[in-house]
């Protein structure tokens, strides 16, 4: 099983117009596009590696275009496990 979200119920989940979402959801999106290699396991995508990844630059985004703080929550129970495959790796 795994849960994974913006911020806890202490924080704030930032939204920027920017964007046109939430940092979270561009943090998704950004990883999932441009940092396949980063997140994969012989092409199929890592959820534990995804979490990290995304965790990591959400914190960091936030710090640059707000000055705040943003820490996702994730909880993950048992083994990591593929949410899909890389582009280009098709079986």
Request: some cysteine; glycine content about 10%.
């Amino acid at each position: 099983m795994l849960v994974f979200a913006a911020s806890s119920q202490a924080q704030e989940a930032y939204e920027l117009k920017s964007l046109g979402h939430g940092i979270f959801t561009h943090c998704i999106q950004e990883v999932l596009s441009r940092h396949g290699a980063e997140i994969s396991d012989g092409g199929r995508i890592s959820a534990g590696r995804l979490m990290t990844a995304v965790e990591a630059m959400t914190q960091s985004v936030a710090a640059d275009l707000l000055h705040a703080e943003q820490h996702p929550v994730k909880y993950n129970f048992g083994q990591d496990f593929a949410l899909g495959l890389i582009s280009g790796h098709l079986p």
